[in-house]
């Protein structure tokens, strides 16, 4: 059987334990699958801490759902808090979201973005999700120049919140809206964003929203021109506690919470639509649902009477998804070898139950997870089932996943006691680390830059003929715009490595590079 290694809650090594299962072998231990990693304890005395985000590699903002506290953790130390909210901690409620963006200018002038996500009630009956961009002024070590960015409005309950937020690849804001647990207490919250064909308008609830940096709406959105429709990157979610961006495509995942069964994960694309509160976990495979509400939508003849939006949202069955609920939080790629080669660009996702983390690979084309076996079905119900995809265990509640982007580690945000709330940070790193990858030159005899855009380091490379059209073939790039330039460069990037004829290493040199250059442009909002 597979040898674990257990570490105790203080952190510290303890010993390898030889053939037995991956179980906790006393109350308070993390046990991993790969003996070769271990969890040492960064920083704890936290009160119910709920997301990260860093600032430099030793260096990152932590946030307490209830205190409302913005603290800062540098070197293993906490200094003063940065920021404390009046928030409404009750149940879900409370600050919630966190995600930094630095915004760097051609003079060498840096500012730091800090969004925050959290829900503000300025009576019983008057609350509101709201995502808010401060500006962090390091000499004073304070959050300042608030401005607001999203606000929904939070009610009829304070469960089923959302409140995680990601700052994607195209510099847009993503955050999870969940349903507010309304469809308990009267039709007038039930909406066409859960799938009620004779629901009211979407109203923010139920979705992924996605805005631009400074809170408008991106072009005339995915779903309809109307606001708050146009703000829809995704509905039909009930709750959902992780969102992240897969590095080498720039595809969205998501992990979402059913009811007491048929949590899942997603690959989020475009008007997507999860299905609440029509769809929990895989359609054919779910017994514990009557389907009664299942007959074709006459209005948007949308797939089981599905809410469609005029055919602008889709539905697709999870890519993964819980017969029995273990209550999935965050996700998060892993951008680095730091784990071991065997972990690159994986993906990681936590839950609730049980402080477990979960390991994925993914399919040559990013798009569904390696789930072989009995997981083929894409549905986890049984024990050894679950056994073979736990990465690590014992964390009692992860709030939070994170890589961190400077040293390429796994961070976890977890309650170490559910009743006190107390919680800790912790760093899993490897006993045997690889030795680190990198940043590759400039690829050579590969892949070039269009002719008159200048990479991230400042190279003139050289033309790039367009090869994804065949209408252009003949043309000189100089006849292209720079947008035009970038998406045939993307189109081609992606080919290239879809057929192996790239390295990751190079792509992940690129894509970064490229995409930061068409939000520069003004190619995506």
């Not at 069964?261 to 017994?287: A, M, R, W």
Request: hydrophobic fraction near 30%; aromatic fraction near 10%; include cysteine.
């Amino acid at each position: 059987m597979a040898t674990t290694v257990i570490i105790n809650f203080d952190g510290m090594f303890v010993s390898n334990v030889n053939g037995q299962s991956l179980e906790k072998e006393s109350k308070g231990s993390i046990v991993f699958k790969d003996p070769e990693l271990k969890a040492e304890l960064v920083v704890s005395g936290l009160e119910f801490p709920t997301s990260l985000a860093f600032i430099e590699k030793d260096d990152f903002l932590i946030l307490e759902k209830e205190t409302g506290l913005v603290k800062r953790v540098t070197d293993r130390k906490i200094s003063e808090p940065l920021l404390q909210l009046n928030v409404n901690g009750k149940d879900e409620r409370g600050l919630l979201g966190i995600d930094i963006y630095k915004k760097k200018y051609s003079t060498g002038f840096e500012i730091i973005y800090v969004y925050l996500s959290y829900v503000e009630c300025e009576s019983k009956e008057a609350c509101k999700n709201k995502v808010v961009r401060y500006e962090l002024d390091t000499a004073n070590n304070k959050l300042i120049y608030p401005k607001n960015i999203f606000s929904v409005e939070s009610f009829p309950d304070d469960s089923h919140i959302g409140g995680i937020l990601k700052v994607g690849p195209d510099g847009n804001v993503y955050v999870t809206v969940g349903d507010f647990h309304g469809t308990k207490f009267t039709p007038i919250y039930e909406t066409q964003a859960q799938n009620f064909e004779n629901g009211v308008s979407p109203d923010g609830r139920s979705g992924i929203l996605r805005v631009s940096p400074d809170g408008d709406p991106i072009s005339n959105g995915i779903l309809g021109e109307e606001y708050p429709i146009n703000l829809y990157f995704a509905y039909g979610i009930r709750n959902s506690f992780g969102i992240d961006f897969d590095p080498l495509t720039g595809y969205l995942w998501d992990t979402e919470n059913g009811p007491d069964y048929g949590d899942e994960i997603n690959l989020v694309e475009p008007g997507f639509n999860s299905g609440s509160v029509k769809i929990f976990g895989q359609f054919n495979s779910n017994k514990k649902y009557q389907f009664h509400n299942m007959g074709q939508s006459k209005i948007e003849k949308g797939p089981f009477g599905l809410v469609t939006f005029n055919g602008k949202g889709k539905y697709s069955e999870p890519e993964l998804s819980w017969q029995d609920t273990v209550a999935p939080t965050a996700v998060t790629f892993l951008d680095s070898n730091a784990l071991g080669n065997n972990y690159r660009y994986d993906m990681f996702v936590s839950n609730a139950n049980g402080g477990k983390i979960y390991h994925f690979d993914l399919s040559q084309d990013r798009k569904q997870l390696v789930l072989k076996d009995v997981l083929a079905d894409k549905v986890v119900d049984s024990n050894s089932e679950e056994d073979s995809i736990t990465f690590a265990e014992g964390f009692t509640l992860i709030t939070d996943l994170e890589m961190n982007p400077y040293d390429g580690s796994l961070y976890v945000v977890s309650l170490d006691n559910r009743g006190s709330g107390e919680g800790s940070v912790y760093k899993i790193v490897s006993t045997s680390p690889p030795d680190p990858i990198k940043d590759p030159a400039s690829p050579k005899n590969t892949i070039k830059f269009p002719s008159g855009i200048e990479s991230r380091q400042g190279e003139q490379l050289k033309n790039l003929q367009d090869q994804n059209t065949t209408n252009n073939k003949t043309k000189d790039n100089n006849e292209f715009t720079i947008c035009n330039k970038l998406n045939s460069f993307v189109n081609i990037l992606s080919d290239t490595w879809m057929n192996k004829k790239i390295e990751d290493e190079q792509v992940m040199y690129l894509v970064p590079q490229v995409k930061e250059l068409m939000f520069e442009a003004r190619c995506i909002d």
